[in-house]
């Protein structure tokens, strides 16, 4: 006898009566309800019910503060969709493709060229970029990171390429980012990819490490080189100024001395004229008062004068300065003084 059977049988595991559950009740119940799911309806409006679901999810998209969204009909662009709650058809009628427009992202490269100067030199270069047209972005190249990665070295290389070692590791550098910014700016215009370059940096300029020895060697001999070129100017500094003070010296003495010379000498012809003029005058008082004149510059540069007169008187003069009285006068000259016309 079954244990399920009506009845008391003590072998019921829940212990006799409906105190337990009954599963073949619940099969039964659980049969029933897949029935009509089964039926005609009941699966239709299942269907329907999740395909409304999903239209209702899939018709409105939210786009964040840092992005845009670009809206494909069929595959083929139809908008733009600023950031903020917008509605749409439903897949696959629109797609909507977000795109990050704010954020700054980066590529970095290194490269090794021959300058101008036929120098090799490596540089590593960072980049940074915005998108700012998010359907060229998307539509207008098949890799933009990786074509922006190529334009930035051949940008690199036209402009780095074309100076020398010095330029490129001076202060002028600086330029030589500017120069590499609007060289790659102009080719991404020209691919038209919906990108913006913001930043431009040459994080490492040097030679390769093959030639670094060389190079330093270079380096050095330059830097000893600048260092005479500036001693030697600053030795011409000093010189140069100097030797242009002593030549103006000279010149201001040599012009002082002329001015000088012509006036003393127009004053003696001056002097001439006028003793001319007193000799026409006066022929004999001119003549007398020149020769006194004379006598008296003459005597007074002598130390003995001797009287020219008939009496031969030997007249000693002490000079200033002298020996002392009673010492015998030193002949250090003589002069006799006779009147124009006297007879000796």
């Known amino acids: 006898m079954p244990w399920n059977e009506p009845g008391g049988n003590p072998r019921d595991p829940w212990g006799g009566g409906n105190r337990g559950p009954d ?21 239709f409006s299942i269907l329907l019910a999740l395909a409304l679901a999903l239209v209702l999810v899939d018709s409105f998209t939210v786009i964040n503060a840092r992005q845009v969204g670009v ?25 909507v493709t977000k795109v990050e427009t704010t954020q700054v992202k980066s590529v970095s490269d290194q490269v ?39 334009a930035a070295e051949a940008a690199v290389r036209s402009v780095v390429g074309a100076n020398t070692m010095d330029t490129i590791l001076s202060a002028q550098g600086a330029e030589l980012v500017s120069k590499t910014r609007d060289a790659l700016q102009k080719t991404l215009d020209g691919y038209d ?19 670094k020895a060389a190079f330093d060697d270079v380096n050095n001999a330059r830097e000893d080189k600048q260092r005479i070129e500036n001693e030697a100017q600053a030795y011409a500094s000093k010189v140069v100024p100097e030797a242009r003070g002593e030549a103006a010296r000279i010149t201001a003495e040599a012009q002082g001395y002329k001015a000088e010379r012509v006036a003393t000498a127009e004053g003696e012809a001056a002097r001439f004229e006028q003793i001319l003029q007193q000799y026409r005058a006066a022929p004999d008082v001119t003549k007398r008062r020149l020769w006194l004149e004379t006598v008296e510059k003459v005597l007074a540069g002598t130390t003995k004068v ?10 000693y003069l002490q000079p200033e300065g002298g020996a002392a009285p009673g010492a015998a ?12 016309g006297d007879k000796p």
């Open 193 to 211: 990819c919906g990108l913006t370059v913001t930043e431009v940096n040459f994080q490492n300029v040097s030679p390769p490490q093959e030639v």
């Open 112 to 150: 090794r060229m021959i300058t101008n100067d036929e120098n090799i030199v490596l540089v590593d270069f960072n980049v940074q970029f915005q998108v700012s047209d998010a359907r060229k972005y998307l539509f207008s190249m098949r890799d933009p990171e990786d074509t922006l990665r190529q």
């Open 23 to 43: 599963l073949e009740r619940s099969l039964r119940r659980l049969r029933e309800r897949f029935g009509r799911l089964g039926g005609g309806g009941g699966l």
């Open 306 to 315: 001797i009287d020219g007169s008939r009496g031969k008187n030997l007249i």
């Open 329 to 340: 006068p030193a002949a250090t000259g003589t002069a006799s003084v006779s009147a124009p």
């Open 71 to 95: 809206v494909l009909r069929f595959g083929r662009f139809e908008r733009v969709l600023p950031p903020g709650f917008h509605l749409k058809f439903p897949r696959p009628i629109e797609a």
